[in-house]
Every structure is written in C-alpha cells, then in structure tokens.
C-alpha cells in the first residue's frame, strides 16, 4: 500500500514533496496522459529529454504505482535537467520553494502547449474554409463532409486541470455604477493568513473570505458620474472628470478541477528582516466553495424564475453577482447568519470527511464540492528548513476510480503510512484539492457527450 519514495539530491525536498502531491491529483496525470498522446506518433526522437509534459507523466505514473517499477527510490534529476532546457536555472543544493516551483511547472507546460503547431484536422471544415484554399476545393470539402462531423481532437489547446479564473469587480459608491468584469488567470490561490483573534481558531475559510473581501479604492474616475455632471451643467461648460471611491472586490470566476491553495506563510519584522508564520489553519477532507463563487448578475424581474430554473447552482439567501451592500443581504430579521452568504462553511464539515446534509440542508447539493489530496508542509525556518508531504495512497487495480482513504507521510525516501487526523493537524503550506462531481452531475456530463 506504499508509493516509492525520491532521493534527495542535495537540497531537492522542495521538488520530491511537490512531485508527491501533484501524482496524488488523478486529474491532473490524465491530463498529461492526453497532452502527450500526439508525440507517440513521432518515433524517430526520443522523448523522454525533450518535453517536460512527457518527464512529468513518467515520473507521476511511477509515484502513483501505475507504472511497475522494481527500485523503491526514485530519482528525479530528470526533471531538473528538462527545466534547465526550458531556460529554468534550478540549483539542486540551494534551498528552493516547492510553490514557485508549482508555478514554473504549470507556466512551462503552457510554454510548452503553446509552441506545439495548429495543425487543421480533415474534418474541422470552418478552419479550412478560411485558409487560402482555391473555391471550388472549398465548395468540394463542404459537400462532402455536410451534415453531422466528428469531433475535432483539440488537445493541445486544452488547459490543465489547475487553470481557473479570478473575477475583478469595481462598483462606484457615490452612483452604485459597476465597471466590467475582468477577469485574470491563475493556477493557484495564494492566501494571506488575516491576524488571529485571541480565543478564535483560524480556519481555511477565514483565509478565503480575507482574499474576497471587499477594498476600498479612492479617487477613481467614474465615467456614469462625469457623465451625469454633463449632463446637469450648461451647453459649451467644461467639466473634469469626476474622482469617487470604488469597491473592489474578487471572486472566482472559474473554479479549476484541481485546485491548489497556497497558505503564505512569510511575514516581515519592523526591522524588515522575514518572518514564518507557524500558526496552525484548520482545513477540512472536504472545502465547499460555492460562497465564492462569481455569478453573473441578472435583472431583478428574471430573478424568481432563474432560481427555479437553476436552483442547484444559486446560494439561497444571497444575491447572484458581487460588492453588493450589506443591506442587500436577504437575512430574516433578528436571526443570526448560521451559514456564511448563504451556504455552510467547510469549517462545519466533521473531521472524519463524512459531510451531513441532514443537520444542514442548504448544504445538500454543493456544486462545488472538493476532496482533499495531497497536503505539503515545510518545517524550519525562513532560511533553512525540510518539505514532507501527506498524500493519499493509490487506489487498489481493482477499482482505479475509486478514492483511497489511506494517508502517506513521506520524507524524500522515507514512506509511511498516516492517519487522517494527523494530516488534518498538520502546519499546511500547500493544500491541494480536487473536485467531487454529484451523481446528478456526472448524469449531466454523460448526456452532453453522448450529445
């Protein structure tokens, strides 16, 4: 029921505990298993020192025991090697961070997805409609592959299952106009950890209500209310614009499959010098996080019946889009909020993993339900210190679908087996999540592709 462990190269625990918990995200490793599937085709170079993607699978596949392999410890300097072709400079004896090392994984198989040609599929008929195909080859293709095509293979365009989207949300509080939404990719949730209340236990909620909070931006140019001020003045009167305050607010526009919470764990001295923060945040096996998620907002008259038509992805008793004011909140008077925007917090599921909707039924039907895979902690200091890992063991071959409820500590080469409690009381620097489709859901997804 083990994994192989890493050697440690010199000072490699920053890459050996990352390694652990991105094998443990079965999403993530399908992902690459379809990435790299186009480079079979070419037999005549040998992949395994030219593309990160197809080093990363290797390497995955070995830790997550879905490639038989005879040495109990693993050596990854390949990986090393591969960055260093990407242009990455990696020193293996110098103390390194597993997050930054997080992010030039995602952004270089991005590099690498990006470089790979278009080539136009036979049957993508609008692509070759607008090349520069004579006419009557055109008018030809389009007679003979009329009616209903195949799907086009779009591998190389897909984004991996970490990729999601943040919203940006500004709102004028003089005339309550909202600026468009923009959006902004990421490939983790970086989280400050908000000052503790004496008597009060942190909690991952906290830290994720503290990265959606609501700013205050002073002296914005607000176009609605220059424009408003025109219009009241006289013809030929010039006016300059006029400067208010707005507030921002973010959100989640995209939630990812996999989702990786970093917990930022350096503070700075008066003296300016960097600090660790050693406080412990309560996570859960199960986050929730349906309450911060971006909707679109809707007119008032569509309301009632959007709630009906899409009752499972509304949040009762809060309104759908974001920066609202407190006294838009649809709270019965002189009742306490139980349930924060309207949904549970994870904070309310139990230690166990088990969730229950019965003592919570806004709760029933969470949309955006994850299990929690793979925790990474750093021990020491800010100048020195050791990365380990708790992961899930792999599921049995029997079932491959299934979740494994066997936790592992691992230490570079060193693999036990560990309790869910003893991941759960964990100092986590990185957590990594992935998400749970309902029954209903996977119901969906089925008749979509059978559409």
């Avoid at 094998?23 to 085709?41: D, G, H, M, R, V």
């Avoid at 197809?54 to 596949?61: G, I, N």
């Avoid at 000052?195 to 002073?218: N, Q, Y």
Wanted: with cysteine.
């Amino acid at each position: 029921g083990l994994v192989p462990g890493l050697l440690n190269l010199g000072n490699t625990c920053f890459m050996n505990s990352l390694l652990q918990g991105l094998s443990s995200c079965p999403s993530f490793i399908k992902w690459l298993e379809e990435f790299t599937a186009q480079y079979k085709t070419d037999q005549n170079r040998p992949t395994e020192h030219q593309y990160l993607s197809v080093t990363l699978l290797h390497l995955l596949r070995a830790l997550s025991c879905q490639e038989v392999t005879e040495d109990d410890v693993l050596d990854a300097s390949c990986l090393l090697e591969v960055l260093r072709m990407y242009r990455w400079q990696i020193s293996s004896f110098e103390e390194q961070d597993a997050h930054e090392l997080f992010h030039v994984l995602t952004s270089s198989l991005e590099d690498e997805r990006d470089r790979q040609p278009r080539v136009t599929h036979l049957f993508d008929v609008h692509s070759l409609e607008v090349t520069s195909l004579p006419l009557e080859t055109k008018r030809t293709i389009s007679t003979l592959f009329s009616g209903s095509l195949p799907p086009v293979s779009n591998h190389w365009k897909s984004q991996h299952p970490f990729h999601g989207r943040l919203t940006s949300n500004m709102v004028c509080k003089h005339c309550e106009h909202q600026s468009p939404v923009r959006y902004d990719t990421f490939d983790s949730l970086s989280l400050s950890i908000p000052a503790a209340v004496w008597g009060r236990p942190m909690t991952l909620d906290h830290c994720l209500h503290h990265f959606i909070s609501s700013e205050s931006v002073k002296d914005v140019v607000c176009d609605n209310c220059t424009k408003i001020r025109a219009e009241g003045t006289l013809n030929g009167q010039s006016i300059e614009n006029q400067r208010t305050t707005f507030v921002k607010q973010l959100k989640l526009g995209k939630l990812p499959q996999c989702l990786c919470i970093h917990l930022q764990r350096l503070s700075w001295s008066n003296q300016g010098t960097p600090l660790k923060r050693h406080e412990h945040v309560q996570f859960n096996e199960f986050l929730i996080m349906d309450i911060y998620k971006y909707r679109i907002p809707v007119h008032k008259s569509s309301q009632n019946e959007l709630n009906q038509k899409n009752s499972e992805e509304t949040t009762p008793g809060t309104k759908d889009g974001i920066a609202v004011k407190p006294s838009d909140a649809e709270q019965p008077s002189g009742t306490k909020p139980f349930f924060m925007n309207g949904a549970c917090s994870s904070s309310f599921l139990m230690s166990s993993g088990t969730f229950p909707l019965a003592a919570f039924p806004e709760c029933s039907s969470p949309v955006y339900l994850y299990r929690l895979m793979a925790v990474v902690v750093h021990h020491g200091d800010m100048h020195s210190g050791h990365f380990v890992t708790y992961r899930r063991s792999p599921p049995s071959p029997k079932n491959p679908l299934s979740v494994s409820s066997q936790w592992l500590w691992i230490s570079d080469d060193t693999v036990r087996k560990a309790s869910l409690q003893e991941v759960l009381s964990s100092t986590a620097y990185l957590l990594f999540y992935e998400r749970v489709h309902s029954r209903v859901q996977h119901q969906s997804l089925e008749l979509r592709a059978e559409e």
